[in-house]
């Protein structure tokens, strides 16, 4: 499966969910037909960055695939306490597509130092949410990155559509 198979089925995919919301019982929210459409598109092409061996196809693929199960959480669970889960989710994001490109090549071990890093940092920012100038960094960042994810996941999508870090 090439590049723009993999983005035509994609945007095929978002289309037939569009539209089965008009004629079934079944809603889809419009973030939870965008987390399905990144779901299939980031594991496609993650499968394709490992087919054709380029690092930042597997990096932003698997930065979509989880920013998908993200979009996910955020839309069905029933979250108590929401402060500081953009802040947790983006690194956690980070830390485990740095992951993918060290399984990529074992060989750097640098992704996986960064990688445990960051996904240490990420678990450890649930705990450390309570503390009072931590609390108040997370609050400010968690609300800059609530405005700023929306327009990074589109240019992220507009990114990956040029094709501007691949040659085929």
């Known amino acids: ?3 723009k198979t993999i983005v035509s089925i994609s945007l095929l995919l978002f289309g037939f969910l569009m539209i089965a919301n008009l004629f079934t019982k079944f809603y889809f929210t419009f973030y939870e037909i965008t987390a399905i459409t990144f779901l299939f ?4 092409s993650i499968f394709y960055g490992f087919k054709i061996g380029n690092r930042g196809v597997i990096f932003l693929a698997s930065i979509t695939f989880l920013s998908g199960v993200f979009l996910l959480i955020l839309e069905n669970a029933r979250l108590i306490n929401t402060r500081g889960i953009y802040l947790t ?8 597509s740095l992951l993918m490109l060290f399984i990529y090549d074992s060989k750097i071990k640098q992704f996986l130092w960064i990688s445990v890093a960051l996904i240490v940092f990420s678990i450890a920012s649930i705990f450390l949410i309570d503390i009072n100038f931590i609390k108040s960094a997370i609050e400010f960042t968690d609300r800059i990155m609530s405005a700023i994810y929306p327009y990074f ?3 992220l999508g507009l990114f990956l559509l040029t094709g501007s870090f691949t040659r085929e």
């Open 1 to 3: 499966m090439n590049k």
């Open 41 to 44: 598109y980031g594991i496609s």
């Open 89 to 96: 989710g983006s690194l956690f994001i980070l830390g485990s």
């Open 153 to 155: 996941l589109i240019a």
